[in-house]
């Protein structure tokens, strides 16, 4: 891919394809340059089937690319509409995995762990209402499917105490007496009320990416996050988790490197 970048750059022709595969269907994505444009083909098959059905196929000529020096290319499909991105250059190998394993999980709506300067002694300014939402989604736990919603609240369901203070103790330096001081907690019930984002605030949105990790002599880690989007690198954050030998982890603390949010 790196190699057709730079043939485009000289004006040369060329062409080049990558391949996603899902868990139904696989998806081929074909570039061409030829006479000084830039053209893509997106083909897709189902499992299965012997060939891409004909409205699978489309071809698109594409305008504003550019290559990118952290190793992605973007393009516009006309220059009205927002840029798009995929990254050409692959991440070091014992990077690969950390972002989903560790980032996306509070990565999600309203979820300010990574916008934000906190550790263990200093987390006042982490919200926790919604990092338990985000961490409930990432083990498989919607709100909406595992807990009795609140009639007269919409969209905010009846959590018991037990879950929300399990949950974000086993990843957090925080306690229990913490979160009971949270306005949404109901101490009379012991539940807390929680609801998904609603109105506006901290979204950690586009392209999150893990680029460099250091490693510490107790056995944690602090991974340098990334946060790319198209039209704009937005973000770099230094998070640092503590793995489990059994699989699981702890969140130590955030660093949010200064002048690089957008």
Same mark, same amino acid.
């Given at each position: 891919?790196a190699?057709?970048?730079?043939? %485009?750059?000289?004006?040369e022709?060329?062409?080049?394809?990558?391949y996603w /595969? @899902?868990?139904?269907e &696989?998806?081929?994505?074909?570039?061409?340059?030829?006479?000084?444009?830039?053209?893509?083909?997106?083909?897709?098959?189902? %499992? @299965?089937?012997?060939?891409p059905?004909a409205?699978?196929?489309?071809?698109?000529?594409l305008? @504003?690319?550019? %290559?990118?020096?952290?190793g992605?290319?973007e393009?516009?499909?006309?220059?009205?509409?927002?840029?798009?991105q995929?990254?050409? !250059?692959?991440?070091?190998?014992?990077?690969? =995995?950390?972002?989903?394993?560790?980032?996306?999980?509070? #990565?999600g709506?309203?979820?300010n762990?990574?916008?934000?300067?906190?550790?263990?002694e200093? +987390?006042?300014?982490v919200?926790?209402?919604f !990092?338990?939402?985000?961490?409930?989604?990432? /083990?498989?736990?919607?709100?909406?499917?595992? *807990?009795? #919603?609140?009639?007269?609240?919409?969209?905010t369901?009846? !959590?018991?105490? &037990?879950? /929300?203070?399990?949950?974000?103790? =086993?990843?957090?330096?925080?306690? &229990?007496?913490?979160l009971?001081?949270?306005?949404?907690?109901?101490p009379?019930?012991?539940t807390y009320?929680m609801?998904?984002?609603?109105?506006?605030?901290t %979204?950690?949105g586009?392209?999150?990416?893990?680029?460099?990790?250091?490693? +510490?002599?107790?056995?944690?880690?602090?991974?340098?996050?990334?946060? /790319?989007?198209?039209?704009?690198?937005?973000?770099? *954050?230094?998070?640092?988790?503590?793995?489990?030998?059994?699989?699981?982890?702890?969140?130590?603390g955030?660093?949010?490197?200064? =002048?690089?949010? @957008?």
């Amino acid at each position: 891919m790196a190699e057709f970048c730079e043939a %485009f750059r000289r004006g040369e022709d060329a062409e080049t394809a990558w391949y996603w /595969v @899902g868990a139904e269907e &696989a998806a081929q994505y074909r570039m061409t340059a030829a006479d000084g444009t830039l053209s893509r083909e997106y083909r897709c098959w189902k %499992f @299965g089937d012997p060939s891409p059905s004909a409205d699978s196929t489309t071809v698109e000529t594409l305008s @504003g690319v550019k %290559f990118r020096e952290d190793g992605w290319i973007e393009w516009s499909r006309s220059p009205d509409e927002l840029p798009e991105q995929e990254r050409i !250059v692959p991440l070091p190998k014992e990077l690969w =995995g950390l972002c989903e394993k560790y980032v996306m999980p509070v #990565a999600g709506d309203h979820s300010n762990v990574l916008t934000r300067d906190w550790d263990a002694e200093n +987390h006042g300014d982490v919200w926790w209402e919604f !990092v338990f939402v985000s961490l409930s989604s990432s /083990v498989g736990k919607e709100l909406s499917d595992t *807990y009795e #919603a609140v009639e007269d609240a919409y969209d905010t369901y009846e !959590v018991p105490a &037990a879950d /929300v203070e399990g949950l974000l103790t =086993g990843y957090f330096p925080v306690t &229990a007496e913490e979160l009971r001081a949270l306005p949404n907690y109901r101490p009379d019930t012991q539940t807390y009320r929680m609801q998904y984002f609603q109105g506006s605030g901290t %979204f950690v949105g586009g392209d999150l990416e893990v680029t460099d990790k250091t490693d +510490h002599p107790d056995g944690s880690m602090t991974l340098r996050v990334d946060w /790319v989007r198209p039209d704009d690198w937005s973000g770099r *954050y230094y998070l640092t988790v503590l793995p489990g030998e059994d699989g699981s982890w702890n969140y130590l603390g955030n660093r949010v490197e200064p =002048g690089a949010g @957008g």
